[in-house]
């Protein structure tokens, strides 16, 4: 990681080629989106709420069309190989699996069923499957705890938990992860994003994550790209982001003479270099 000296994994995996998405044949949400994620690396797409973050992972994961949305130029490729037309089982089972926002699990089901459902699309038995379960176990404690109890009744941050091992149970190769910290008070996301590094170096799962808490992406990103109305304003590695002053400016709420009030900096709007 970033933080530890270690550099960032340079071997593409998906490549996201100047795409723009629309919805309802009119409404142009994506305009000219670029960004690269590479192989056992965890990239971080950021950006306020309506900044298109969440339609970037949908984009690629080939759920728009639900939402009546598609992409209407540019190319995603993964493994090398164009995407973006292909059915999103067909997708998992080649190892690109979404956690959306919001933790949507089974709630009518028990904790331990719901990680089973994703393993619905394997088929190299029942001891490997067995053997995943348990791996999800190590790196969720709260979950074997709880998993005989039904999802719907356990807490926020156990849900997400219980959201983010569902994924792993297909034995992904990269996650797309939406909004983890959303909800959730500062010490469980914390343990979340601690369990998503200890994932990535332990297993080789790649992730890339939207998320509006910049601080925290940052922290355990190698690499960011910042989202604002549908178009990547500036991207680099994680730790030259947290030092760029106009990312402690704007996003981050820290200015020359210490932090400032969220009123503050969003008053500061009219300075951003990338909106003149």
Known sequence: MLDTGETQPSETLLEINNIEVIYNHVI?????VSLN???GGITALLGGNGAGKTTTLKAISN??????????????RYLGEEVQHLDPAV??????????EGRHCFGHLSVEDNLLTGAYTRGDGKGAVAADLEMVYHYFPRLKERRKSQAGYTSGGEQQMCAIGRALMSRPQTILLDEPSMGLAPQLVEQIFQIVKSVNENEGVSFLLAEQNTNI?????HYGYILESGRVVMDGPAAALRENPDV?????GVGDNGRKSFR???SYRRRKRWLS
């Open 63 to 76: 759920l728009l069309h639900s939402e009546r949305g598609e992409v209407t130029k540019g190319s995603i």
């Open 28 to 32: 142009l949400v994506l305009k000219g």
């Open 91 to 100: 997708l998992v089972k080649r190892g690109v699996i979404q956690v959306m």
């Open 37 to 39: 994620v590479p192989r």
């Open 217 to 221: 992406a940052l922290r355990f990103a």
């Open 248 to 252: 402690k400016e704007f996003y981050l």
């Open 264 to 266: 503050e900096v969003r």
